[in-house]
């Protein structure tokens, strides 16, 4: 039996009840975790606080989570009234991107993640899309997720998964507004907003997606992705190497084999 690849997810901090107990604790929703893990990798934890960028040295890919807005500080902003940031993962996170992306460890950034991932090459958000747009479709009412169409752009690496056209869960009220120098849109909803961020150029397969694939588990073809280069980059040395190409074009192939892998 092959090695399960090493993935790492963030985590953040909340209140949290088990037992008699109810603590501030670090936590990621269990559907990133079943997300990995059904595509084939190993998930790895990691949490919001003495963290830095030598646990890539130990990772075969990288998840970056949904959760909490980026502060608007961090894109020298004033903030919006309905920001409502989480300090605490922004310096990690940001250095977390910019590092995978460096050294060519597959990436994986989901909602927040897509915004941590613009913000960190120099990009910045829209805070509140209803305020553009005029309606609240991306996050309906709280803690009820929102339904996305969108096409992508031909040759990217989105749609060399996705297809010319998907549909996903979302869950978001920011959004991409400048896009960072070295990323381009690969996919947009009608109304024009980004759904998909990639690098123009890196060592490594990267994809942040403003949507969340995570709550849909008959469509693991994003996490199979990003397992599979994971996978193929299990091949060489992690600490100081970059991935072998930047697997874009394999990235299709991880279907079949991603399904192969999850029945491990």
Same mark, same amino acid.
């Given at each position: 039996?092959?090695? #399960?690849? +090493?993935?790492?997810?963030?985590?953040?901090?909340?209140?949290?009840?088990?037992?008699?107990? !109810?603590?501030?604790?670090?936590?990621?929703? /269990?559907?990133?975790?079943?997300?990995?893990?059904?595509?084939?990798?190993?998930?790895?934890?990691?949490?919001?606080?003495?963290?830095?960028? %030598?646990?890539?040295?130990?990772?075969?890919?990288?998840?970056?989570?949904?959760?909490?807005?980026?502060?608007?500080?961090?894109?020298?902003?004033?903030?919006?009234?309905?920001? /409502?940031?989480?300090?605490?993962?922004?310096?990690? *996170?940001?250095?977390?991107? #910019?590092?995978?992306? *460096? #050294?060519?460890?597959?990436? $994986?950034?989901?909602?927040?993640?897509?915004?941590?991932?613009?913000?960190?090459?120099?990009?910045? $958000?829209?805070?509140?899309?209803?305020?553009?747009?005029?309606?609240?479709?991306?996050?309906?009412?709280?803690?009820?997720?929102? =339904?996305?169409?969108? @096409?992508? *752009?031909?040759? %990217? @690496?989105?749609?060399?998964?996705?297809?010319?056209?998907?549909?996903?869960?979302?869950?978001?009220?920011?959004?991409?507004? !400048?896009?960072?120098?070295?990323?381009?849109?690969?996919?947009? %909803? /009608?109304?024009?907003?980004?759904?998909?961020? *990639?690098?123009? &150029?890196?060592?490594?397969? /990267?994809?942040?997606?403003?949507?969340?694939? =995570? &709550?849909?588990?008959?469509? +693991? #073809?994003?996490?199979?992705?990003?397992?599979?280069?994971?996978?193929? +980059?299990?091949?060489?040395? +992690? @600490?100081?190497?970059?991935?072998?190409?930047?697997?874009?074009? &394999?990235?299709?192939?991880?279907?079949?084999?991603?399904?192969?892998? %999850?029945?491990?």
């Amino acid at each position: 039996m092959t090695d #399960r690849p +090493r993935i790492g997810l963030t985590t953040y901090y909340k209140e949290a009840a088990w037992g008699v107990w !109810r603590r501030q604790a670090a936590v990621v929703p /269990a559907v990133y975790v079943e997300g990995v893990a059904a595509a084939g990798g190993a998930p790895l934890l990691l949490p919001p606080v003495g963290l830095d960028t %030598s646990v890539l040295d130990v990772l075969d890919g990288l998840v970056l989570i949904g959760g909490a807005d980026v502060d608007a500080a961090q894109y020298a902003a004033a903030p919006h009234p309905s920001t /409502a940031p989480e300090p605490v993962r922004d310096a990690p *996170e940001l250095a977390l991107a #910019r590092a995978a992306l *460096e #050294r060519g460890v597959p990436l $994986l950034a989901i909602c927040r993640g897509v915004q941590v991932l613009n913000v960190a090459l120099g990009g910045t $958000l829209d805070q509140h899309l209803p305020d553009r747009l005029g309606h609240t479709a991306y996050q309906p009412s709280p803690g009820v997720f929102g =339904e996305v169409t969108f @096409r992508t *752009e031909p040759g %990217s @690496r989105i749609a060399d998964v996705l297809g010319p056209q998907a549909s996903s869960p979302c869950y978001h009220h920011q959004g991409v507004d !400048r896009v960072a120098d070295g990323l381009v849109v690969t996919a947009r %909803s /009608a109304d024009g907003v980004v759904q998909a961020l *990639e690098p123009a &150029e890196a060592p490594g397969w /990267a994809v942040g997606v403003q949507f969340h694939p =995570e &709550e849909n588990p008959a469509d +693991r #073809r994003l996490f199979r992705a990003l397992v599979h280069q994971a996978t193929t +980059r299990t091949a060489t040395p +992690r @600490r100081g190497q970059s991935a072998p190409g930047d697997g874009h074009q &394999e990235a299709m192939s991880s279907t079949t084999a991603g399904e192969e892998r %999850s029945t491990v």
